[in-house]
């Protein structure tokens, strides 16, 4: 069974980092192309980065680049997102979200497999 577990949220101040991990069990993380998303109370589901499993390509959404970054460690099957100049406006709960032959997409109806999701809050 295809499992994904996020960890890592918490609460940070502005201007703060946090680092999220998105561990899979049941299958080789490598052949899946990785998508994390979001969602603030009240708003809907947006992506927020994901990273190709054929060439390692790696997409941010506009209100996230230069502040985060993806990245796999295929040997430990996680993908991880490093967040950097965290903002007020990044609190929401971060899932990650896989599926095959997917490249740059930031559709949620695109990944069949997600996570349970964490809770990242930034407020000082």
């Known amino acids: 069974q295809l499992q994904l577990v996020e960890s890592g949220g918490g609460l940070v101040q502005p201007g703060g980092s946090l680092r999220l991990s998105c561990a899979a069990s049941?299958?080789?993380?490598?052949?899946?192309?990785i998508g994390w998303f979001r969602q603030a109370p009240g708003k809907e589901r947006e992506g927020v980065s994901c990273?190709?499993?054929?060439?390692?390509?790696?997409y941010y959404a506009d209100f996230v680049k230069g502040r985060f970054t993806i990245s796999r460690d295929n040997a430990k099957n996680t993908v991880y997102l490093q967040m950097n100049s965290l903002k007020p406006e990044d609190t929401a709960i971060y899932y990650c979200a896989a599926d095959t032959n997917i490249s740059g997409s930031f559709d949620p109806s695109d990944f069949g497999s997600w996570g349970q999701g964490t809770q990242v809050t930034v407020s000082s």
């Open positions: 049941g299958f080789t993380l490598d052949y899946y192309a």
């Open positions: 990273i190709s499993n054929t060439d390692g390509s790696t």
